[in-house]
């Protein structure tokens, strides 16, 4: 078959693979345990299903602009003073289908080929693709001292006269760190002095753990005005559990928002007018759904990282935030991809590999399943590696014995 450079320079993406996976053995009625999610498992707010209900009921739905309605934006105004005190112009805001298209939107508008986009690793999948999806260069830059927590030196040593954009996402997706208030602050002035695009994916924002408050990069902004390249993304996906609505936004100087939305338009046109009526719903709606929701991910944080720490040889670091553990496995196996095909086979448990997130011998489970989930994950995971295990092991009516 006969495809083009870019498309072969693609890698699927891991998680949604492991999603069909899962599926596909559940189907075949595998206990399998889905230790890999990147979603939380809380309904959608009632003030989202009750916003769509009018619209419904008119059976008229109809496009909207590229960039998204009148009312979407005016949510997203209202949601950016309430939470980054900053209030910004309607022509700053463009709504996308999920943050995902923000951010490729984005990357579209600002990038030429060859030229580099810098951000920290681990990174979330998608990163990398995006780049080359422009015919740009990914630059993943892991920590120097070990950490999940970059410096500025970190990046400053990757910059060179290629580098466009430097993306920063903290909440982090895979590590759960929550970058200081010190790094925020520095990035933002970092990217300002060099002229560096910043892409602040913000999309787990307000999941975050032990009385910390969500970060703010409009706070050590001095102008947003319209040679400022800070692009701010967030959307409704993980915070009100509304990943299949597919509403995001980015916020950014007026001509690029401009350019992004013209990208836009002849991508997909405006996000789906149900989704946008859905989303306003839970912007404008009671939030106690958001609170609830950091709470008991707060909770099964606690549980799964109990959990992990009575199992020798793994290095655990505890997130600060999000659904994610990034789990140091390299004592039992260096090869992520194998050491997770090995769990999915022996006990049909699903963990992503670090590899896809740009770090080899580490696993990235969730916590966003059950707490019995989490339990019996870590328990089965622990049988296959633990040589002090027993020999022995209950699956539901299925009784497992150890041959290797
Ligand atoms: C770091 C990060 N950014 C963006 C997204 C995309 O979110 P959405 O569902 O709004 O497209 C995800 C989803 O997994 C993510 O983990």
Known sequence: MSISQIARSLTPSATLKLNEKATIMRQKGDPVIHLGGGEPKSK?????????????????????????????????????EEHYNRLVEPRQIIASNGAKQSLMVALQAIL???????????????????????????????????????????????????????????????????????????????????????????IYNRLVFDNRKPSNCFNYVKDFGDNSKLILINGVSKQYAMTGFRIGWAIGNKDLIEVMTNIQSHQTSGPPTLSQKAAIGAINGVQSSVENLRVALENRRNIMIDNLNSFDGLKVTKPDGTFYCFVDFSHYNPNSVELAELLLEKVQVITVPGLAFGLDGYLRLSYCGSINDIREGIERIQWVLDPDAPNELYIGERKLVRDW
């Open 44 to 80: 959608v707010p009632f003030d989202a299903i009750l916003a769509t209900t009018g619209l419904l009921d008119s059976a008229e739905i109809r496009y909207t602009p590229p960039d998204g309605t009148v009312a979407m934006k005016k949510a997203i105004i209202r949601y950016t």
């Open 112 to 202: 030429n080929p060859h030229e580099e986009v810098i951000f920290p690793a681990p990174y979330w999948v998608s990163y990398p693709d995006m780049v080359k999806l422009c015919q740009g260069l990914p630059i993943p830059v892991l920590p120097e001292d070990g950490t999940f927590y970059p410096k500025i030196s970190d990046i400053e040593e990757n910059v060179g006269s290629y580098t466009k954009a430097v993306i920063i996402n903290s909440p982090n997706n895979p590590t759960g760190a929550v970058y200081s208030e010190e790094f925020i602050a520095d990035i933002v002035e970092f990217c300002r002095k060099r002229d560096l695009y910043l892409i602040m994916d913000d």
